[in-house]
């Protein structure tokens, strides 16, 4: 079974998937996107992902042009025509097609596009070894400038966030404040272990409030680890018993050097690897179902 696109309104053949180069999410960056997955049949905390997707589009006065009920179920929709039970969903919504300035009144309706594919953004053996990251010396936009907390089609700061993490060889880019403090990766959200506390930086930094940071901050607690939301620089990263990166595309990923400092023993630490086993038994667990017989059975 082929890959199968939806395009406002049509499920096409992912070779057939194409938008006008009028689109102002192609001209601008003007627009918003999700990136969402599935496991084992079932799309891990949809709800969410379409809270953070209509708060995104509320952010940008875009009007998704369908309720969150009929977004959920052309998600779903997409997935069961590609034939996947593991998948990447990749939810974009753009200003639309309009004319060459950036008026955003002459884009009469916004584009729908859902992406499903897979992806895999890190090897597998990079999750027993450990991630190398470096810090970027781009900062972070401020909050003040553009929100971070919306998945906008402006992801300039994080590429060439990434950029340099490429140049110098590692697998992540970690992004300061203005103010020098600890934000986020260029894709994922950071975590700390120290003296057996959980640290993540807080939403005000400036950052996007990850599905899988949330949910990392629940198995955390549900563990009886004190899990806190809090400032912290580099000093703390560099001198951390444990660290560890969470996205949707890289899931719970441990961090084993940053800036060429080794993190503690330089291999995955304990409760990274426990909460690492507890997320990946929590997404095959729940979520919404794609096929009809596991609807069946979480009516039954
Ligand atoms: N920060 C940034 C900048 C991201 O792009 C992502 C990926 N969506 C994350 C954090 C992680 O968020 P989530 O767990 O919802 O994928």
């Avoid at 470096?134 to 966030?161: C, E, F, G, W």
Wanted: hydrophobic share 40%; proline share 5%; with cysteine.
């Amino acid at each position: 079974m082929g890959l199968v696109t939806y395009v406002n309104g049509a499920f096409v053949p992912k070779e057939e998937a194409k938008i006008s180069v009028y689109d102002h999410g192609y001209l601008y960056g003007d627009g918003i996107f999700e990136g969402i997955r599935a496991y084992n049949g079932r799309v891990f905390r949809l709800d969410r992902h379409l809270d953070r997707l209509y708060d995104s589009a509320q952010y940008l006065m875009l009007e998704i042009p369908m309720s969150k009920d009929d977004m959920a179920a052309a998600i779903v929709e997409t997935v069961r025509r590609c034939g996947l039970r593991d998948a990447y969903i990749r939810p974009v919504i753009s200003r639309g097609v309009g004319d060459l300035g950036l008026d955003p009144r002459k884009c009469k309706t916004p584009t729908v596009v859902i992406i499903v594919d897979t992806i895999q953004l890190y090897p597998k053996e990079a999750y027993e070894r450990g991630l190398r990251v470096v810090t970027a010396a781009i900062r972070k936009v401020r909050p003040d400038a553009l929100s971070v907390q919306a998945k906008t089609l402006n992801y300039i700061n994080n590429i060439l966030a990434r950029i340099e993490a490429n140049r110098a060889g590692v697998d992540e880019a970690l992004m300061l404040h203005s103010d020098g403090y600890v934000c986020e990766c260029s894709a994922d959200n950071i975590f700390l272990v120290r003296g057996g506390e959980v640290w993540t930086p807080p939403a005000y930094l400036g950052i996007l409030l990850g599905v899988t940071r949330e949910t990392v901050m629940e198995l955390a607690r549900h563990q009886g680890l004190p899990m806190l939301e809090r400032v912290f620089t580099l000093h703390d990263v560099y001198t951390a018993d444990e660290c560890f990166l969470t996205g949707t595309g890289a899931e719970v990923g441990p961090v084993v050097e940053v800036d060429g400092r080794r993190i503690a023993s330089g291999r995955p630490g304990p409760i990274t690897q426990r909460l690492i086993t507890a997320f990946r038994e929590q997404v095959v667990r729940e979520g919404t179902p794609i096929y009809t017989e596991e609807v069946a059975e979480r009516r039954a």
